[in-house]
Structure formats: structure tokens, C-alpha cells
Nanobody, 125 residues
Framework: QVQLVESGGGLVQAGGSLRLSCAAS????????MGWFRQAPGKEREFVAA????????SYADSVKGRFTISRDNAKNTVYLQMNSLKPEDTAVYSC??????????????????WGQGTQVTVSS
């Protein structure tokens, strides 16, 4: 398994931007597809975005399409989530996750084997 550590969360006004980072340990990072999920207080965890091993394929939740961009740098063992035009409803703890395969079920959290501890994103109105 791979160990994951998120960073980059914080407080931002509506309409602003943040870039989250997820640093992975180990030399096998490039063999993992990566995902971002979020969980707001009192709500279930929800899928945000995913990216394949080489970055050639991506998937987004409808709620963030056109505003968020997932990317990765395998040389740095890091995956990013660029968040633009943030809304108060984007407020949540954001976590990255890793899995070995890429399929049509990238939004299913149960298919991810490794998780980070999460980073808080708060968007004020």
C-alpha cells in the first residue's frame, strides 16, 4: 500500500481558489490511480475527481466539472486538485485515495485501498 498525506486546505471566500496536494510515499505511486473525495459535516463521503496512472484519463463529479482540475506529477509522487470558483457548498474535509485499477466505478470509495487523513476546506459566503 501507499501512504498519503494531504495539504493545501484552508479558508477562502466564495469565488476564490485553492490547490490541494496529496504526497505519496513509496516508489510505486505511478502504478496507482488516484482519487479525491470530500465529506461535509453530517453528510456522506462523496466522490470529487479521479485520475489514471499516467494522467491520461480523468473523471469528475458533476458538481465540480468545469471548476476543479485533477492532475498528477509522478516524478514528485504527488496528485493535485486545483479548485476554482469555490462555493460555500464545497466546504468539506477533502481526502485523497489510491487504488490499483481504473474502471467505470472510480466514484466508489470502497474500491480504494489507501487513504490520507484529509485536509479541511472552508468556503465563506
Amino acid at each position: 500500500q501507499v501512504q498519503l498525506v494531504e495539504s493545501g486546505g484552508g479558508l477562502v471566500q466564495a469565488g476564490g481558489s485553492l490547490r490541494l496536494s496529496c504526497a505519496a510515499s513509496g516508489r510505486t505511486f505511478r502504478s496507482y490511480a488516484m482519487g479525491w473525495f470530500r465529506q461535509a459535516p453530517g453528510k456522506e463521503r462523496e466522490f470529487v475527481a479521479a485520475i489514471s496512472w499516467g494522467g491520461g484519463s480523468t473523471s469528475y463529479a458533476d458538481s465540480v466539472k468545469g471548476r476543479f482540475t485533477i492532475s498528477r506529477d509522478n516524478a514528485k509522487n504527488t496528485v493535485y486538485l486545483q479548485m476554482n470558483s469555490l462555493k460555500p457548498e464545497d466546504t468539506a474535509v477533502y481526502s485523497c485515495a489510491a487504488r490499483k485499477d481504473w474502471d467505470t466505478l472510480m466514484s466508489v470509495s470502497g474500491k480504494y485501498a489507501s487513504w490520507g487523513q484529509g485536509t479541511q476546506v472552508t468556503v465563506s459566503s
